[in-house]
Nanobody, 125 residues
Framework: QVMLVESGGGSVQAGGSLRLSCAASGVTYSPFYMGWFRQAPGKEREGVAS????????DYADPVKGRFIISQDNAKNTVYLQMNNLKPEDTAMYYC??????????????????WGQGTQVTVSS
């Protein structure tokens, strides 16, 4: 059973930074995609960033390009999301997810097989 555990959320002022971590356990087949999603109250869950654990491919949603960086530490089975220059509109619950999909759009939440419990990020103006 794959388990994903997020950490690193918190409250910051606009312009600040946070780094989220997602530790994966129980993975028996690699490589795979790891994605970060977020969901604000009253809004749909949206893809933020994705990384292919077998290489260097990364993808970002337009609103976070140039501010967020997704990275991985394969030795620790951990994926990170470095969030810089945070804005109030980044406030949301952030989730990491794992996918063994073939093809498809990384931003589609339905393509992910396992999810973490989420970590809250709050950015004040």
């Amino acid at each position: 059973q794959v388990m994903l555990v997020e950490s690193g959320g918190g409250s910051v002022q606009a312009g600040g930074s946070l780094r989220l971590s997602c530790a994966a356990s129980g993975v028996t087949y690699s490589p795979f995609y790891m994605g970060w999603f977020r969901q604000a109250p009253g809004k749909e869950r949206e893809g933020v960033a994705s990384i292919w654990t077998g290489g260097r491919r990364t993808d970002y949603a337009d609103p976070v390009k140039g501010r967020f960086i997704i990275s991985q530490d394969n030795a620790k089975n951990t994926v990170y999301l470095q969030m810089n220059n945070l804005k109030p509109e980044d406030t949301a619950m952030y989730y990491c997810a794992a996918s063994w999909r073939v093809g498809g759009d990384w931003r589609e939440a339905t393509g992910y097989h396992y999810w973490g419990q989420g970590t809250q990020v709050t950015v004040s103006s």
